[in-house]
């Protein structure tokens, strides 16, 4: 095939030849290709398919090789052929062909050779790439009903939120107004507690070995507070504390008097007496109260002690927790220990 090719495309070495295939011209170029030029296209294109391109390419190597002065002829020997009168060189354009037409059968056989390449790998790439085409497909869906079961739960979860929400804000009232209704009842449990303790006394400050009954009691008051008989004494105790050691502070004494009317007049004796004093006992009396009341009561401790550093003021506490002071003639209520405090701030100012 490169024979047949390298003959159509030099014209040249058909010019070069003859009718019977002799080459006209005695260079040495015609004779290193007599075995090509003496060949007609036809036996050329027959015999081609049973020479190797092996052979083809050594008489190529041969063409090029330069010609060998020892067996060229005496250039006064041999006749200038056409060419060599024109002025051109045979051998140099016989050799610009030949590689022309080398350079194109070599771009062919690259081309051939890259184009199988090229589709061999194009194929792989294609394979590669329908396997990663199925398998993102196959990611997708299973993404796609992940996304689907999820935006069902979220619509669950939205639905249940609303729900609850409803079911927070009625608790919420309800928690409310349950706070309200207790906060009543517990002032009323403390009102009623309060009113239970109306008769009953506490009485500070009497030894432990001071024997508790209602004779007893009821005697001591007598006489501690000048009364004109002893006053009835329902029952008497001692608080529900341990027993002190010895050296400790006795416990309170709990004493509840028949009658109200001589409750309040033991008190309103006890406010000019305090301490109360019967031979060698000193004790204190005081009202009995709850245990919200008392602590509300004894918040005012530290106000009434400024208080009584103050001269020409009078003051007093209130039922349950209020304090009432009196000053220059003019009387104010306060419901908290802080309001007290600021008064005092003013006055000593």
Known sequence: M???????????????TGPGGSCVSPSHDCQLWSSTCTRSPESISSESGQHNTQAEKSQLVLLLQPPSHATSPPRGDSPPGPDELVGGSPSSAFKSELLSALRVEMALIF???LQAALTENLASIKAELLAVKSEFTNTLATIQRDVRG????????????STFSDDI????AKVEQLTA???????????????SRRNNLRLIGISEDFSVSSTAISTLLKEAFQLEKEPLVDRAHRTLQPKPRPGERPRAIIVRLHYHSDCMDILRRART?????????????????????????AAYNDVRRQ????????????????????????????????EASVFIRSLKS
């Open 150 to 161: 999820l935006k069902d739960t979220v619509a669950e979860l939205e639905t249940s939120c």
């Open 2 to 16: 490169l024979s047949t090719d390298i003959y159509e495309l030099c014209p040249r070495v058909h010019d070069l």
């Open 111 to 113: 081309k051939t050779e």
């Open 181 to 195: 209704d207790m906060k009543i009842l517990d002032n009323k449990c403390d009102d009623l507690e309060a009113r």
């Open 307 to 338: 208080l009584r550093e103050i001269p020409g003021i009078r003051f007093g506490l209130l039922y349950p927790a209020r304090l009432r002071v009196t000053h220059n003639g003019t009387e104010r209520e306060f419901k908290s220990p802080e």
């Open 169 to 172: 804000t009625t608790l919420q």
């Open 273 to 297: 007496q305090q301490p109360v004093k019967i031979g060698d006992r000193r004790f204190s009396v005081f009202p009995d109260h709850t245990p919200r009341t008392a602590r509300a009561r």
